[in-house]
């Protein structure tokens, strides 16, 4: 398994992001704060024995302009996650991913 969500070289730069999800597979797209923009989340899961995920946050466009700090978090087995500030924290926020489709979050403020 691939443990990042951004796993092409234009991602980085807030690019489209092409996720795999079906089945027991889905994955998270949380909105955060521009302060943590080229910042990296990890998404630790809650009581699975699967490794954690982890992607960079970065500005992605909107529909009608704008951009959005963002991370998108790919290839999530179905189940709940506690999501933080690599290296080791604090948890900032818990959501929980089903298979086959997509969790959408708001990064809680400071």
Not at 56 to 84: C, Q
């Amino acid at each position: 398994m691939h443990t990042h969500g951004e796993s092409n070289a234009h991602a980085g730069r807030g690019a489209s992001v092409l996720l795999d999800i079906g089945g027991e597979v889905g994955a998270a797209v949380v909105a955060v704060p521009a302060a943590l923009l080229g910042a990296e989340v990890e998404a630790r899961p809650v009581g699975a024995g699967h490794p954690p995920v982890h992607a960079g946050v970065v500005a992605r466009p909107l529909p009608g302009g704008g951009r959005m700090p963002s991370v998108v978090l790919g290839e999530l087995r179905a189940g709940t996650y506690e999501l933080y500030v690599r290296p080791d924290g604090p948890v900032r926020l818990r959501l929980t991913v089903a298979g086959g489709a997509v969790a959408e979050a708001a990064w809680p403020a400071a």
